[in-house]
């Protein structure tokens, strides 16, 4: 078009010049032909130069603030919130693949949301608490637990002792013949010291006088071995010695057996009898 523009006023010039003895021909319709092409050029350069800068800047809504649970908030509310359609996009976007917001710096979190943004409606932001979710801390209730009497599953109610530990305290209280008091359950395999002072707000012996004793005359070398403070060696030196010397005459006798000295007398002693 240009092209076939340019030819024509050349025409013009040349007819300026070398004027024709023809009659002069009217041009003022391809003039006017000539403007409004120019004139729809221009037109059409500003609509698209006008359409290019709205899509590259969309308007906003005036924000319009109001109290909202960003949870499953439509993508609409949040535009009403001053967000563009872009952010409420990626915003809903989060929420298809599992995103939930918990608590309000889980808005802050988004990245899509600046501080500034976040700073205009925080005051707006209400979680409600869902209560069937909260798990609530257990307490566990107040026991008092006899160790003199308690069976293993008794036992279990105390914190830290399982059915393993309740099974070898209940051992080893039978195999003893009883508490006496409530450090022997020191004794007892695995129990650790922390253990014990977390156990003693719990525990109580009310009967310790209630205790099975071992007849040295006549305990057989089995029922001498088993107990924790015999044990294997020193219930076969019992049996040897009273075949020697024709049974104990008192119990305090045992100490002239060399393996047992005070400290251990004075463990055992409760748990001894000769008649």
């Known amino acids: 078009m240009l092209l076939i523009i ?22 003022s319709g391809f003039i006017k032909d000539v403007d409004k092409f120019y004139h729809a050029e221009k037109s059409s350069s500003d609509s698209t130069d006008e359409d290019d800068e709205l899509n590259e800047k969309p308007q906003r809504r005036k924000p319009e603030l109001f109290a909202f649970n960003p949870n499953n908030l439509p993508a609409e509310d949040w535009q009403r919130l001053g967000f563009s359609e872009k952010q409420a996009k990626v915003i809903k976007n989060f929420e298809s693949k599992g995103g939930k917001f918990r608590s309000k710096e889980d808005v802050k979190k988004m990245f899509c949301i600046s501080d500034s943004d976040y700073k205009r409606i925080e005051p707006y932001i209400s979680i409600p608490v869902n209560t069937d979710t909260i798990r609530k801390k257990y307490v566990r209730p107040v026991v008092m637990v006899d160790i003199g009497t308690a069976d293993s599953i008794e036992l279990t109610d105390l914190k830290g002792i399982g059915p393993g530990y309740a099974r070898r305290i209940y051992n080893y209280r ?9 450090e022997q359950l020191l004794e007892v395999w695995g129990m650790s010291d922390s253990l014990y002072q977390t156990l003693l707000p719990n525990i109580c012996l009310k009967d310790s006088t209630n205790i099975r004793k071992v007849n040295l005359n006549s305990a057989d070398f089995n029922t001498l071995r088993i107990h924790p403070y015999i044990g294997y060696q020193l219930a076969s030196i019992i049996i040897n010695y009273r075949k020697q010397h024709n049974g104990f005459k008192a119990t305090e006798e045992i100490k002239k057996i060399p393996l047992v000295n005070d400290e ?6 409760p748990y001894l009898d000769i008649k």
Not at 6 to 27: M, R
Not at 174 to 182: I, V
Not at 264 to 269: E, M, N, Q, R, V
């Open 174 to 182: 039978d195999h003893l013949g009883g508490f006496l008091k409530k």
């Open 264 to 269: 251990l007398y004075s463990k055992l002693a």
């Open 6 to 27: 340019f030819i024509q006023i050349g025409i013009l010039i040349w007819l300026n010049y070398f004027p024709s003895k023809e009659l002069p021909k009217d041009y």
